[in-house]
Structures are given as C-alpha cells and as structure tokens.
C-alpha cells in the first residue's frame, strides 16, 4: 500500500530523492538530517528504541528507489552493534534486515595507538578523508570503533 506524505513531507521526500539519486551511496550530513525530519514527520515507527533523531549515526547507504538499505551504529563510538535496516518510501515502513555485533580488537600497543591517534589528526587538519572522520559542518566526530 502506498502511503502518501502531506505537503510538507512531500517537499521534503523530493529534496531527498534528489540527494540520493545525486549520490546513491553517500550519507551527506545534509541527507541524515533531512531523513530525520522526513521521518518524524511520517511517523514512522522503527521498532525497539530505533528513534528518528539517531539517523546523525547512518552510514552506508544504498539506494534503489523506493528502497533505502542503510547501516546504523546503535552505539556510537563503541561500534559493539550495527545494524542493517531497509526503508520503503512508498509504504513507510521500516525493516531491520539484520544486526552485527563485530570481533574483537586484539589490544593496541602504544605504538599502533600513536600511529592511529597520527593518521587520524592529519586527515582532520588536512581536511582529508579517514574511515574513522565524520564530517558535519565545522565539526569532526571521530568514531573510534571504525578503526581497523
């Protein structure tokens, strides 16, 4: 069943479509925010404690209209739990496909902590991409679960 969204949210699915049609695979701070609001608006209901306002936490999205599949930290920084949903924009609703709770890290040495902490500080001053660098606006969350 196709559920149609009011003025305002339909505004806001067109600005979204076009991000993702743009780039069907960046999750653009931009784009979080929008879904977010598009969301709240929809009153989509994600299930367990899944709440609109951690979209800031997506990545890896993939886009095939009208499906979104995305990745979600659930805690950020700790990367303990990710999970993998599927959003249909015709039907409103929300899917978690699947969880992954990751390995763990064999313990850093001092070493490998200072040429992590290294790399990480040159990519944020140099404004450089870093797997472990989110960029949103004038700001740099470093998520230190990413580390490889």
Known sequence: MQIKPNAEAGILREH??????????HASPEL?????QYWQKMEVY?????EVWKAERIFEIDWSPPLLEFRIERHPGAWDRVQRWRYDFNSNEATRVSEWTPPQNS???KKQAHEDAKQIVSAILQGKPH????????CDRVWMGRLP
């Open 16 to 25: 979204i479509f076009a991000l993702l049609d743009a780039a069907p695979h």
């Open 32 to 36: 979080l925010d929008l879904l977010a």
């Open 46 to 50: 994600f299930g367990t404690k899944m």
């Open 107 to 109: 313990p850093y040495t």
């Open 131 to 138: 797997p472990c660098v989110e960029r949103k606006e004038e």
